[in-house]
């Protein structure tokens, strides 16, 4: 059973950082995908930025651009999402996703950020 454990989320003031963490286990694919989405209040799940295994090539979402980054330590199934020059735009529930190389998703918990003004 596939399993990603988040942690990291919390309260911060605008302008401040967080560090999300997503732990995976359980899988037996070799290549993936693993990355981060976020839901805010009344609005749709979006991507927030992804890397892959295979390549390293990373995603980030246009909002988060120069604020964000993403990394892995494949060693231990672990990616990390450094949020910097955070805002209040930026809160939400952020979920860690990974992704096969079939293009199974597998989701985790959620992890709730809050940023106040």
């Known amino acids: 059973e596939v399993q990603l454990v988040e942690s990291g989320g919390g309260l911060v003031q605008a302008g401040g950082s967080l560090r999300l963490s997503c732990a995976a286990s359980?899988?037996?694919?070799?290549?993936?995908?693993i990355g981060w989405f976020r839901q805010a209040p009344g609005k749709e799940r979006e991507g927030v930025s992804c890397?892959?295994?295979?390549?390293?090539?990373?995603y980030f979402a246009d909002s988060v651009k120069g604020r964000f980054t993403i990394s892995s330590d494949n060693a231990k199934n672990t990616v990390y999402l450094q949020m910097n020059s955070l805002k209040p735009e930026d809160t939400a529930v952020y979920y860690c996703?990974?992704?096969?190389?079939?293009?199974?998703?597998?989701w985790g918990q959620g992890t709730q950020v809050t940023v106040s003004s």
């Open positions: 996703l990974i992704r096969s190389e079939a293009l199974l998703d597998y």
């Open positions: 359980g899988f037996t694919f070799d290549d993936y995908a």
């Open positions: 890397i892959s295994r295979g390549d390293g090539s990373t």
